[in-house]
C-alpha cells in the first residue's frame, strides 16, 4: 500500500521543481537580450547578461544548485517522479526551443562522405 508523502516533503518538492522554473526562466530572459542585442557583446548589459549566464551553467551554478536540491527531495536522481522529470523537460523545451540543429539520424553511415548523406536526407525528407 501507498503512503502520502508528509506536507512538508511536497512542499519542498514544489519549491525545488520552482526554484528550477526560476533558473530556467532567468536563463532565457538572458538570452532574449542577447538576441536582442546582436551582435553587440561588448556593451555592459550584454557582457552582464553573458556573465549571468555562464555563472548559472557553470558546475555548482544555480542550474546544477536548483537539480540538485531536485535530486536531494525525492532521494537521488533516479527516483525523481516521472511525471516530475517529463514536466521540467516540457518546461524547458518550450521556454527554449528545440535545439537548432536537427537530430541526428541513428541510422546513417557515418562512413560516407558528409555531402552524400546531406543529400540522401534531403532524398528521405522530401519523400516524407
Known sequence: ???????????AAQQAEHNFYRVVDAQCDDLTRLRARWPDRTSPESQGALDRLTARAAPDGDAD???????????G????????????????????????????????????????RKAARRRREARG
Open 65 to 75: 544548485r536548483a537539480i540538485a536540491a531536485l535530486h536531494a527531495v525525492y532521494g
Open 77 to 116: 536522481a533516479a527516483r525523481v517522479p516521472g511525471p516530475v522529470r517529463a514536466r521540467m523537460e516540457q518546461y524547458v523545451r518550450e521556454r527554449m526551443g528545440g535545439r537548432p540543429w536537427p537530430e541526428r539520424d541513428l541510422s546513417e553511415d557515418l562512413n560516407r562522405p558528409a555531402i552524400i
Open 1 to 11: 500500500m501507498a503512503t502520502a508523502r508528509p506536507k512538508s516533503t511536497l512542499d
